[in-house]
């Protein structure tokens, strides 16, 4: 997208992300990212690999964040290129596959089940 092609570095204060799609985009963008350590957000954010994590609503330790990710500039690119590789692991197609193995599995654990019941009380 154009807008995140114009920037070097994405910011999610947000302390309500569940998935964070905004971020998610960030990273297959390949930017580096600031994240508020809440929610989904430490699950897509890995400290130092491909950004960091400040403290959800403190705003003292969000800007020491950022000071440290602008005096550790020269990271950026790698970072960013762990970015995209995270974000790969999120498409939403390994989602939706993950979700279908999940139902398959409980609706096959609920037929065995029953089946198992149906089989004791035969006996």
Known sequence: PPLLNSVDLFVMPSHAELQSIATLEA???????????????????????????????????????????????????????????IAKSHAHEKSVAQYVHWYQQAAYGYRTNLATEELAMAH
């Open 27 to 85: 990273m297959a963008s390949g930017l580096p990212i600031l994240a508020a350590n809440a929610r989904a957000l430490p699950e897509l954010v890995k400290a130092d690999v491909n950004g960091w994590l400040f403290t959800a609503g403190d705003i003292a330790n969000a800007a020491d964040i950022l000071a440290l990710s602008l005096a550790h500039r020269r990271r950026w690119p790698t970072m960013g290129t762990a970015s995209r590789q």
